[in-house]
Every structure is written in structure tokens, then in C-alpha cells.
């Protein structure tokens, strides 16, 4: 069974870093994609980074490419989401969510567990 804890939101001014952590207390967190997510007030969820099972294939959505790094920690069970450069439109709740399959996934349906997410905050 598969349970995900995110950590390392908080408030944070514009144009600062913040690295959020997803640790994954399953058996089989090197098996499978992994991704980060968030959601804003009145907005959908939206895919922000995902990665490989082994890390070496990421995706990242335009509005954060270049600015966020997504990264994995096969042995620690754990993923990260450095963010540098945030903007007030960067902030949201954020998720951390299993993938069905290894490879790089970039849709909701193609993830299978969900964390209970982190709040991002970000001050002008």
C-alpha cells in the first residue's frame, strides 16, 4: 500500500526557493513514475513535473520549466520538487502522486495515488 507525505511548503517571497520532499513509505516506490501536482483556489489540478521510475526522463509543464527541478531518491523513497525563482502564481497546494506505469506519465488518469498535499505561499 502505497503512502505518500509531502513536506516543505510555506511561505516563501517572490522570487525565493523552496524544495518540497514526497516520501513514499510503499515497497515498490521504484517501480513506478512520480509526479507533482498542484492546485490553486477555483483552479483544476494541473500537472507540474513528473519523473521516470530510475530519474532519468522528466517532464515539466511550461509555466514552471526552467524554474522547478524535479528529482528522485530511489533508495530513500523519496522525491523532490526544488523551486527557484517563485512567483505568485506559483502558489498552490501541492501534491505528490504515484504513476500507473515507469515511464514518464503526464496526465491525471495516469496516476494512481495522491498525498494529501503541501501549501505553497508565495508573497509579493
Known amino acids: 500500500q502505497v503512502q505518500l507525505v509531502e513536506s516543505g511548503g510555506g511561505l516563501v517571497q517572490a522570487g525565493g526557493s523552496l524544495r518540497l520532499s514526497c516520501a513514499d513509505s510503499?515497497?515498490?516506490?521504484?517501480?513506478?513514475?512520480m509526479g507533482w501536482f498542484r492546485q490553486a483556489p477555483g483552479k483544476e489540478r494541473e500537472l507540474v513535473a513528473s519523473v521516470s521510475r530510475s530519474g532519468s526522463t522528466t517532464y515539466y509543464s511550461d509555466s514552471v520549466k526552467g524554474r522547478f527541478t524535479i528529482s528522485r531518491d530511489n533508495a530513500k523513497n523519496t522525491m523532490y520538487l526544488q523551486m527557484d525563482s517563485l512567483k505568485s502564481e506559483d502558489a498552490a497546494v501541492y501534491y505528490c502522486a504515484v504513476g500507473r506505469r515507469g515511464v514518464v506519465v503526464t496526465t491525471v488518469p495516469d496516476f494512481s495515488s495522491w498525498g494529501q498535499g503541501t501549501q505553497v505561499t508565495v508573497s509579493s
Open positions: 510503499g515497497r515498490t516506490f521504484n517501480n513506478y513514475a
